[in-house]
T-cell receptor, first 115, second 108 residues
Framework: GAVVSQHPSRVICKSGTSVKIECRSL??????MFWYRQFPKQSLMLMAT?????????EQGVEKDKFLINHASLTLSTLTVTSAHPEDSSFYIC???????????FGPGTRLTVT | GIQVEQSPPDLILQEGANSTLRCNFS?????LQWFHQNPWGQLINLFY???GTKQNGRLSATTVATERYSLLYISSSQTTDSGVYFC??????????FGKGTHLIIQP
């Protein structure tokens, strides 16, 4: 149980375009999901908290207009990287705890390359 | 926010050896987790351990919440144990703060 999926696993896009990444909890409901970013050979950094039915909250230094988050249902959160630039190239990972519990389960990640 | 420090940053061992990885955190946490990141980037949940001791096969973990540290033990290491181990802590319903990881290499 507690499986989180992400789609796509890998995406290449041109500079200036937008890319949407989906995060799904497959066998549990998640009122909250989290988005992280990991640069090569570095640790994971929390970007934002996605809340079902309300606005996302962003960590300091993360541009909310660039990284649009929508949590439309109890099993789906999406992250849209708008007007992508090469410096946005990174590994994006989502996580979700089961509602009412603290342990977080992570998706397999999405590797974004902006050319 | 909390700070999470992991040690050692790198560890090279021979197959069959035992190892101890440490995680110190700057403040109380309600959520403390250990992960193994595989070569494809997937984070594998090892332990959810805000306090106490747990064991799972050759792996065990202990968190002393009052002293704000956690230890991950790997016994009888195998080459498949190689990779990056992260600990991460948080306030419970919050996102996790990750340490910088321990890069473990097990040599045959």
């Amino acid at each position: 149980g507690a499986v989180v999926s992400q789609h796509p696993s890998r995406v290449i896009c041109k500079s200036g375009t937008s890319v949407k990444i989906e995060c799904r909890s497959l066998d549990f409901q998640a009122t909250t999901m989290f988005w992280y970013r990991q640069f090569p050979k570095q640790s994971l950094m929390l970007m934002a908290t996605s809340n079902e039915g309300s606005k996302a909250t962003y960590e300091q230094g993360v541009e909310k207009d660039k990284f649009l988050i929508n949590h439309a249902s109890l099993t789906l959160s999406t992250l849209t990287v708008t007007s992508a630039h090469p410096e946005d190239s990174s590994f994006y990972i989502c996580s979700a705890p089961q509602t009412g519990r603290h342990e977080q389960y992570f998706g397999p990640g999405t590797r974004l390359t902006v050319t | 926010g909390i700070q999470v420090e992991q040690s050692p940053p790198d560890l090279i061992l021979q197959e069959g050896a035992n190892s101890t990885l440490r995680c110190n955190f700057s403040d109380s946490v309600n959520n403390l987790q250990w992960f193994h990141q595989n070569p494809w980037g997937q984070l594998i949940n090892l332990f959810y351990i805000p306090s106490g001791t747990k064991q799972n096969g050759r792996l065990s973990a202990t968190t002393v919440a009052t002293e704000r540290y956690s230890l991950l033990y790997i016994s009888s290491s195998q080459t498949t144990d190689s990779g990056v181990y992260f600990c991460a802590g948080g306030g419970g319903a919050d996102g996790l703060t990750f340490g910088k990881g321990t890069h473990l290499i097990i040599q045959p």
